[in-house]
Nanobody
Framework: QVQLVESGGGLVQAGGSLRLSCAAS????????IEWFRQAPGKEREFVAA????????YYIDSVKGRFTISRDNAKNMVYLQMNSLKTEDTAVYYC?????????????????WGQGTQVTVSS
């Protein structure tokens, strides 16, 4: 069992930055692949970025490459998503998810555990 709690969302102007945090707890949290998904109003939830259990591997969708950076600190049981050069199309609820397998890009059905989400709003 893995529990996930996101934080760090908010309102930011286009071109600005935000750092999302995902606090993971549970017996297997440090061995899990952690993924970030997002869901914009009226759209399906989509994968954004993933990081392997030890942080050696990362994977991003093309639209965020060069702007977003995923990282983790297993000593603190934290995963981060640094988002720079934000665009209005990045507006969404962002969710972190735990997955037992490294299988990028994952689908929504691949994730085993989910957080409650944090809202990111980018204004023009």
């Amino acid at each position: 069992q893995v529990q996930l709690v996101e934080s760090g969302g908010g309102l930011v102007q286009a071109g600005g930055s935000l750092r999302l945090s995902c606090a993971a707890s549970g017996r297997t949290s440090s061995s899990a692949v952690i993924e970030w998904f997002r869901q914009a109003p009226g759209k399906e939830r989509e994968f954004v970025a993933a990081i392997s259990s030890l942080g050696a591997r990362t994977y991003y969708i093309d639209s965020v490459k060069g702007r977003f950076t995923i990282s983790r600190d297993n000593a603190k049981n934290m995963v981060y998503l640094q988002m720079n050069s934000l665009k209005t199309e990045d507006t969404a609820v962002y969710y972190c998810a735990a997955d037992r397998r490294w299988q990028p890009p994952p689908t929504v059905n691949d994730a085993d555990y989910w957080g409650q989400g944090t809202q990111v709003t980018v204004s023009s």
